[in-house]
């Protein structure tokens, strides 16, 4: 079946199963391999993408779902201004170790610095609540998106 999508801004058509992950297809027929497969069960937030401006996990998603609706993925939002400031911040607060995370934690700083953006810990953390991180503590995570956050509004 053609599935006809909008991925970071570019409009896509790809002849797939319509039950095939999302996941699936981002990664392996469209070499978008920023979103990481880790649970499989949509609750660890590796695989989390914008569809529709909406954060999803993609491994529980099928191609279906994608049919005409807008897709933004960790490397679609790296090359906007707010992912860059983003990148800065989580590289300048030393947030990330191993960085199987760290796009799923990009895509949910992302959505809430566009739809909220207010630097206030208790929001940022319920933001990020889908996210899970092996490696470290989150504090570093959270105190990168409050720094995000606070130079967004100076902008």
């Known amino acids: ?3 006809n999508m909008k991925i970071n801004n570019k409009p896509v058509t790809i002849d797939v199963d319509p039950m095939k992950r999302l996941l699936d ?5 469209l070499h978008l391999t920023g979103a990481k497969e880790s649970c499989g069960e949509g609750e660890c937030g590796s695989c989390t993408i914008l569809l529709d401006g909406n954060p999803v996990t993609s491994c529980i ?6 049919e005409n609706r807008e897709i933004l993925t960790v ?11 983003l990148i800065d911040c989580f590289d300048e ?5 191993c960085g199987f995370c760290f796009p ?6 992302y959505h809430y610095l566009m739809y909220d953006g207010e630097p206030n810990l208790d929001k940022i953390k319920h933001a ?6 092996r490696c470290t ?11 995000a956050c606070e130079r967004w509004q100076k902008r």
Do not use: P, W
């Open 1 to 3: 079946m053609k599935i």
């Open 93 to 97: 607060t030393n947030a990330v170790q």
């Open 25 to 29: 297809i981002l990664r392996e027929d």
């Open 137 to 147: 503590g989150y504090q570093k995570i959270f105190r990168s998106l409050y720094l």
């Open 75 to 85: 490397e679609g939002i790296a090359q906007t201004k707010a992912g860059k400031l």
């Open 61 to 66: 998603l099928n191609a279906i779902h994608a």
């Open 104 to 109: 799923g934690f990009m895509v949910s700083s």
């Open 128 to 133: 990020l609540a889908g996210n899970i991180c």
